[in-house]
């Protein structure tokens, strides 16, 4: 029938021209399945040789902070606790942000002081891919930090 098939390619052109919804994977959401769901968890381990903010003091008080973007830009903010008086902190600390459809993470160390904290490297942005991702170094001028991350 003539407009049967009319009626019925209609529809598809009308279907192809609207943004299909993501029906892959129940992980996964957005236009085009890019927003992966899933529970992010960072662990932080050690740093080695950072650098010294304080020189007359000899020491530094480091602390990483982490912040947690979704697909829609919302970021949360978690930091590990401060290490006092070492350039060789160790934290074996995990910072869990839950589950969320995340996108990327952020970190930078810090130095914290009583007046303003001083940073001790530069902020690194990682695009999240699934998997457990351990050993991972975060370069802090001459020094380094190693951290593990799990998206899931």
């Not at 209609?10 to 192809?16: E, F």
């Not at 021209?17 to 899933?38: A, I, M």
């Not at 020491?59 to 350039?87: C, H, L, M, Q, W």
Request: glycine residues 6%; hydrophobic residues 30%; aromatic residues 12%.
């Amino acid at each position: 029938n003539p407009v049967v098939s009319t009626i019925a390619t209609s529809v598809l052109n009308i279907a192809t021209r609207q943004s299909p919804l993501c029906v892959q994977s129940v992980r996964n959401s957005g236009t085009n399945c890019e927003h992966r769901t899933g529970r992010l968890r960072i662990y932080a381990r050690y740093g080695r040789d950072l650098p010294d903010t304080n020189p007359w003091l000899n020491d530094s008080d480091p602390y990483i902070e982490f912040i947690a973007v979704d697909s829609n830009g919302n970021a949360i903010r978690s930091t590990t606790s401060e290490k006092r008086g070492t350039r060789n902190p160790i934290w074996n600390e995990w910072i869990d942000f839950g589950t969320n459809t995340w996108k990327t993470f952020k970190m930078k160390v810090y130095d914290a002081d009583v007046d303003s904290d001083d940073s001790l490297s530069n902020q690194e942005t990682r695009w999240l891919s699934r998997g457990k991702h351990p050993s991972l170094r975060h370069n802090c001028h001459m020094g380094y930090v190693i951290f593990d991350y799990a998206f899931y």
